[in-house]
Structures are given as structure tokens and as C-alpha cells.
């Protein structure tokens, strides 16, 4: 994914364009690879948020074209769930007051050795940046 990438998504009966990394509550660790590309990693728990969103927003028609959303993005790997990501997001529960759908996201970027973690959620910012360099999606450099 490139990560100032523009996309389209339905709203009620309008089309906005947003950035890729507008998808709330999508939270990514970004890896840089061997030839220099930024490339995104999110936990399987992205699907889930999304979904239960959608869902209690009135919104659950829309839930399939959402995941497909995601799942078709550029340079993105959704990782699922091991047994060592879950111990690890319990001690970042523990250790950091993490949320667990958090402490999830936040182990599988530190699992697969993400340099950044980008999320607009201060909160989760703060609590993050002993752990894992964390970053807002404003502050990639464009075209990464």
C-alpha cells in the first residue's frame, strides 16, 4: 500500500475519498523493507473492530465490501493470531493498560519487528512509545 493512497468508500449516497489510513479503527505497524518501501501489518483483530463498527452504526450490509476493502489493500498483511502474540498483548495488558483489541495490534507489530506503530489515538501513543516507535499517519513521508 502506499500509504497516501486515495481511496473511495460509500457514505449514506455519497462517495468520499479518503486516505487508506482513514478506515478507523485501522491501526498498522509499519515495516520498511530490503529495497527501501514502507509496508503495512495489522492484526486480524482489524476485522473484527471493523465489523462490529459497522454493525452499531446500522451499517452491517456493509460489512463484507469493507473487509474486501481491506483485504485488497496494497501492501498490507493482515497477521492473525498466535499463541505467542496473545501472551505477549497480555502482558502489554498488564504492563501498559492497554485495551486488549490494543494490546493485539500492538503485538503483532512488535511480533513481526515493526519499526513504527501509526495511529491517530493519542492515548495509545503515549502508553506505546516505551515499547514500539509510534507515529500519527500524517507524519509517514509521502510517497513511501
Sequence with gaps: MILRKTCQRKVGQTTKHTSTWELSPLKVGV???????LVGITSSVTETEVALDLASTGNRDKIDDALRLIEGMENLTICPLG???????VKLVLDSGLGLHDAYHSATALENKAGIFVTRDKSLRNKLKKTIGVSEPESIPKGS
Excluded at 31 to 37: A, D, F, H, V, Y
Excluded at 83 to 89: E, N
Design 83 to 89: 499463541s505467542y502474540v496473545a501472551r505477549l498483548a
Design 31 to 37: 515495516i520498511t523493507t530490503q529495497q527501501g518501501r
